[in-house]
């Protein structure tokens, strides 16, 4: 009796054992934080950094530091470096497949090193150091 409950404890702890070691299908959030000093700020002057995020930077997508040549247009590169979609006007509507949508009323906001940008990406030419921000709102 003693071994047969012996063995069914350890198939117990086996079991156990290996439904928290397997494949979760949860929804993982990963954050990005900076510090305060301005290191992470720091771009050369080749290059620029792109990052794409949700809602004021509250759910990071991606970000890229790319080496860029003189007079770089910003929808081009951003092209070359992520998966983008456009309407007819050259207008961004997807980055990383994460859509524009028209019923919540949300557009990509272009950020230049932290301010606000009234270009559209198509028309904005890069400046190496340039901190570039794509912001789903």
């Not at 510090?35 to 992470?40: A, D, I, L």
């Not at 950094?49 to 530091?65: H, K, M, P, W």
């Not at 990509?108 to 090193?113: A, R, S, T």
Request: aromatic share 6%.
């Amino acid at each position: 009796m003693n071994k047969r409950l012996i063995n069914v404890l350890i198939i117990f702890a086996v079991l156990l054992f290996l439904a928290a070691c397997g494949n979760s299908n949860e929804e993982t959030t990963t954050t990005v934080s900076t510090n305060e000093t301005g290191e992470m700020n720091d771009v050369p002057e080749n290059e620029v950094r792109l990052t794409i995020s949700i809602n004021d930077g509250e759910q990071f997508i991606n970000e890229q530091q790319v080496e860029i040549e003189d007079g770089a247009n910003l929808l081009e590169v951003l092209d070359d470096t992520f998966y983008i979609e456009t309407d007819e006007d050259d207008e961004l509507t997807s980055i990383e497949r994460v859509a524009i949508s028209e019923e919540e009323g949300t557009s990509w906001h272009l950020f230049v090193n932290d301010e606000i940008s009234d270009v559209p990406a198509k028309d904005y030419t890069l400046s190496g150091g340039d901190r570039i921000i794509l912001d789903l709102q």
